[in-house]
């Protein structure tokens, strides 16, 4: 891949130069990086490094490395924009993300927040707590609470929606883990 770029380049006797640059390795009509930046020499490998961060950075939020754990994650506790399904929100949205079979699990719940922001969690936008993090922000949840004792289907769930800190446990800058029992109101 080349990316080249335009720039003048004061030589001997007052000349500029105007050519473009390969920053991923210099051709024959090219002026080499290292004459732009000094002392400074780059390989081709640190050019090329240096690119593919950039790329990275620039992917949809939706990409996540193919990490599984996140993936799972992302299905069982995030629903962003909060789904609209009239009164039976935590029934629908429990069967429907597979959370009810084989068991009703007993309670699940739904962070109404971007990856972006729930994935910052996992760093400065959360605090350590222990071996989890508490988030720095408050978010919109929606806590599903399975009714009565038996976790046979069919399940039935009362909804519970709250703005709180979240606490989650991270792998690698990725949330993996929700900690249900942690209900945190203030820091």
Known sequence: ?????????????????????????????????????????????????????????????????????????????????????????????????????????EVNTFIHGSKRQIRAVCAEGGLPSGELRKSRQHFRVTTCTLRGGSTRPPCEYKENISPRYIVIGCEGGWPVHYDESQIVTSL
């Open 1 to 105: 891949m080349k990316l080249l770029a335009n720039f003048s380049l004061a030589q001997k006797h007052n000349r500029v130069v105007n050519q473009p640059l390969d920053l991923c390795g210099a051709e024959s009509n090219t002026v080499p990086l290292e004459k732009v930046l000094g002392r400074m020499r780059l390989s081709e490998d640190v050019c090329c490094l240096f690119l593919a961060v950039l790329l990275v950075d620039l992917l949809p939020e939706s990409s996540c490395g193919n990490n599984p754990r996140y993936e799972k994650f992302l299905n069982q506790h995030r629903d962003e924009p909060r789904s609209r399904f009239h009164g039976r929100y935590c029934n629908t949205l429990m069967g429907s993300r597979g959370l009810t079979k084989p068991e009703c699990k």
